[in-house]
């Protein structure tokens, strides 16, 4: 049995920045600045977002702490606002539907998420994209843990308590566009497949030695195959 857990945003779905434009309307709202715009949101989750771009604005732990559940509420009206005004397109990427046809169905494998979206943002976009959140039985989101490299974990113990699966770090797959997707499973034995249908090219992400990297997961057959012999 493997559990393959995706990212999300840059790997399931472009979704022409709303998430960003939400997190910048919601720093703006509570800490009356958006922070740096040239601050990189991808590879992170959205409570270290919050936490790194106010830090840079001099904010403490303390103040960010006391007003971070605020936001976060404030940036998943903002998420459901930009769905519903037709302002951003969002959409699954090239072969994600595909792919996840054919994983679905298979005995060998547990499609989940591993992404830094909390689990409502989450489940906001993969909806606007047309992907039903539920095709995923086990996942880990930005709500559970702020730390990325958390993650992997919680999904690991999460396969245990909902499904009763016992599966190895060495049997977890972890696909995503980003250099943190490909870290974040290394100290369990992850294995990991980067596509460069984000921000950053094939060869990028190949400096991280993932286990394999795709120009996107357009190939169904081809990404299959490296997942299920992985």
Known sequence: MRLVLFDIDGTLLN??????ASMRLALGSIFGSPGNPAYRYDGKTD???????????????????????KLIEIYLEGLRDGVKSGKFNVRPLDGVVELL??????????????????ETGART??????????????????????????LPAVAQRRASELLGLEIAGGRMVVIGDTPADIA????????????????????????????????SLKNTQQVLEKIVNA
């Open 15 to 20: 979704s022409e920045g709303l998430g960003r």
């Open 47 to 69: 409570k270290q977002i919050v936490r790194d771009v106010m830090r840079l604005e001099g904010h403490s732990d303390e103040h960010i702490d006391s007003r971070m559940e």
């Open 101 to 118: 046809d054919a994983l679905e169905p298979r005995e060998d494998v547990v499609l989940g998420l591993l992404t830094g979206n909390v």
């Open 125 to 150: 976009k993969l909806r606007a994209a047309g992907i039903d959140p539920d095709r995923f039985r086990v996942n880990a989101f930005g709500s559970d843990h702020e730390h990325r490299p958390e």
């Open 184 to 215: 974040c499973g290394r100290s369990l034995g992850a294995k990991a497949i980067g596509v460069a249908s984000g921000h950053y090219t094939v060869e990028q992400l190949l400096e991280h030695d993932p286990y394999a990297v795709f120009p």
